[in-house]
């Protein structure tokens, strides 16, 4: 750099000399040579040269000296800046470091102070640990003098009072199964005697045995009855019914246990009556037709439930039987309506568990096929059932679901759990067997008024047509062992509150939960 700035004056100072002399020339020529000084030689001209040079180089270089003077002083300040700043970091980390160190110093005094007054605590727990057993002794001995008995003895005062007061609750439970079998006997016994009645035409009166027919008038009592009775003791012998004519007014009726010779002779006694012809060959004719259309209505009823069900493969006979039940009733519940409920239950109980549906149906639809045949065949109705199905060559599992659907014998498939369940879902749903809707739903609600009286209980259902009541209990009122005392008390509120026939479960369900978050 300093050589090329030397070179640059070196053209300046010559470019100069030459412009000098030019203009030397010029004045020459215009003034004449007496008007110029004197010119230099050309040593003298490059002494002064030199001399200008010289003088320009040593201002350069103190020029170029004060800018390293300066270069050097910025360089000095900037690199004292620096240290400075790393002096104060310095600094500030060991002002850090001290402060930690008095910090845990702090910290180890004041667990040096808190295990001084642990062991200190200890020491006294202990001595009054010691204390208190001592002070137990003594009570032990003044109950034991003041009572007259022993720790042994005490104990054995207690257990014996326990022993009694379970030997009442025992008592009182056997009490309570002895009612509910009780209980339990006298509807199977009604039922028993239903079926019977159903399948016996003997000469006993029950409830929803008779059928009435309307007369036009009076005179229609004598013609039915006939000369010196010849009529009715016809229409009796063919149908095997009883005609009952009273002082009624335009009124028979017509009495029998077995429905189906019932109906043909209602049938036929109201063909009879709007014929207007009645006289032992034509009473015949009537009851032959009434009887072909009753069979033709039960085949239809059996086809409908076939269809209705969605099974098919049925033996004939059996869809006559099916047919037949329309006219049976048990607790005033229709059989055949009864059987499809179980039908269309076990089929959707089989959908949900994977099973097969139309199995489930078939077997739901034949569980009381018994109830369809007359005394002719002895046995109860599931007997009666499970040897028709084997006749006519039914599925296993159909014929395992007849033989346990009552629990006489335990089911061997999931299918047969189901028929089971699902008759008594029918048999138990609101209004299946002549209970009032609104007494059921009162009794339901009552139910769960007296379970939500007590604290604690948060939500409470009464399921099972009133069987069981399901109670949600609060799991930050209620812990695990008062669940136990709280469904005590509201069995025992429940039994002096409410009447009701059989036992009531009372189900208690707990439920904690524990939720955090991972962040």
């Known amino acids: 750099m300093k050589q090329l700035f030397l070179q640059m004056k070196w053209v300046q100072t010559i470019l100069q000399w030459w412009m000098n002399k030019k203009w030397r020339e010029t004045v020459h020529y215009i003034n004449g040579p007496e008007t110029l000084p004197a010119p230099l030689s050309a040593e003298e001209e490059a002494k002064k040269i030199i001399e200008e040079a010289?003088?320009?180089?040593?201002?350069?270089?103190?020029?170029a000296v004060l800018e390293g003077k300066d270069e050097i002083h910025q360089l000095r300040d900037e690199s004292e800046k620096e240290l400075a700043e790393r002096r104060k970091e310095v600094q500030r980390q060991e002002r850090r470091i001290q402060q930690r160190e008095e910090s845990l110093d702090k910290k180890m005094e004041s667990l040096e102070q808190k295990e001084d007054a642990i062991a200190e605590k200890k020491q006294q727990a202990e001595a009054f640990l010691l204390e208190a057993e001592g002070i137990k002794a003594n009570q032990f001995e003044i109950l034991e003098r003041i009572s007259g008995f022993t720790a042994e003895q005490a104990k054995e005062f207690l257990l014996k009072n326990l022993e009694n007061e379970l030997v009442h609750e025992k008592a009182a439970k056997i009490m309570d199964i002895e009612q509910q079998t009780k209980d339990e006997a006298e509807n199977l016994a009604r039922e028993i005697i239903t079926v019977a009645i159903q399948r016996c035409a003997a000469d006993h009166v029950a409830e929803a045995t008779i059928s009435v027919v309307q007369l036009p008038n009076d005179e229609m009592k004598g013609r039915i009855i006939?000369?010196?009775?010849?009529?009715?003791?016809?229409?009796?012998?063919?149908?095997?019914?009883?005609?009952?004519?009273?002082?009624?007014?335009?009124?028979?009726?017509?009495?029998?246990?077995?429905?189906?010779?019932?109906?043909?002779?209602?049938?036929?006694?109201?063909?009879?009556?709007?014929?207007?012809?009645?006289?032992?060959?034509?009473?015949?004719?009537?009851?032959?037709?009434?009887?072909?259309?009753?069979?033709?209505?039960?085949?239809q009823e059996g086809e409908r439930a076939i269809i209705e069900a969605g099974v098919n493969g049925i033996h004939p006979e059996l869809v006559k039987l099916l047919g037949r039940m329309k006219y049976r009733t048990?607790?005033?519940?229709?059989?055949?309506?009864?059987?499809?409920?179980?039908?269309?239950?076990?089929?959707?109980?089989?959908?949900?568990?994977?099973?097969?549906?139309?199995?489930?149906?078939?077997?739901?639809?034949?569980h009381d096929i018994g109830k369809a045949l007359d005394h002719e065949m002895e046995g109860s109705h599931v007997e009666i059932g499970v040897d028709v199905a084997r006749k006519y060559k039914e599925h296993e599992v159909v014929i395992d679901a007849i033989q346990s659907h009552h629990g006489d014998v335990e089911p061997k498939s999931i299918i047969a759990c189901i028929v089971q369940a699902a008759?008594?879902?029918?048999?138990?749903?609101?209004?299946?067997?002549?209970?009032?809707?609104?007494?059921?739903?009162?009794?339901?609600?009552?139910?769960?008024?007296?379970?939500?009286?007590?604290?604690?209980?948060?939500?409470?259902?009464?399921?099972?047509?009133?069987?069981?009541?399901?109670?949600?209990?609060?799991?930050?009122?209620?812990?695990?062992d008062q669940m136990i005392l709280l469904a005590r008390d509201i069995c025992r509120k429940i039994e002096?509150?409410?009447?009701?026939?059989?036992?009531?479960?009372?189900?208690?369900?707990?439920?904690?939960?524990?939720?955090?978050?991972?962040?």
């Not at 010289?54 to 020029?63: I, L, R, S």
């Not at 043909?264 to 006289?279: M, N, S, T």
């Not at 039908?343 to 078939?362: I, K, N, Q, T, W």
């Open 330 to 366: 048990s607790y005033g519940q229709n059989v055949l309506n009864h059987s499809l409920e179980v039908a269309f239950l076990s089929g959707v109980m089989a959908s949900e568990l994977g099973l097969d549906p139309p199995l489930a149906r078939r077997a739901g639809l034949l």
């Open 54 to 63: 010289v003088k320009t180089a040593e201002a350069k270089k103190k020029e």
């Open 226 to 299: 006939g000369r010196e009775g010849r009529n009715i003791r016809a229409i009796e012998t063919m149908t095997g019914v009883d005609l009952i004519i009273d002082d009624t007014p335009e009124t028979i009726t017509i009495s029998s246990f077995e429905p189906v010779r019932r109906e043909v002779a209602r049938i036929a006694l109201e063909k009879l009556i709007a014929d207007g012809r009645i006289h032992p060959t034509r009473i015949e004719e009537m009851i032959e037709k009434a009887r072909r259309e009753v069979d033709a209505t039960i085949k």
């Open 496 to 519: 002096s509150d409410l009447e009701y026939p059989g036992q009531i479960k009372v189900n208690m369900v707990r439920e904690s939960r524990a939720v955090e978050y991972a962040k």
């Open 423 to 480: 008759d008594a879902i029918s048999a138990a749903r609101p209004g299946a067997r002549r209970e009032n809707l609104e007494s059921y739903i009162k009794r339901l609600e009552k139910l769960e008024e007296v379970a939500s009286s007590f604290e604690g209980v948060e939500r409470c259902f009464a399921i099972q047509a009133g069987r069981e009541v399901r109670i949600m209990v609060k799991p930050e009122v209620v812990d695990d």
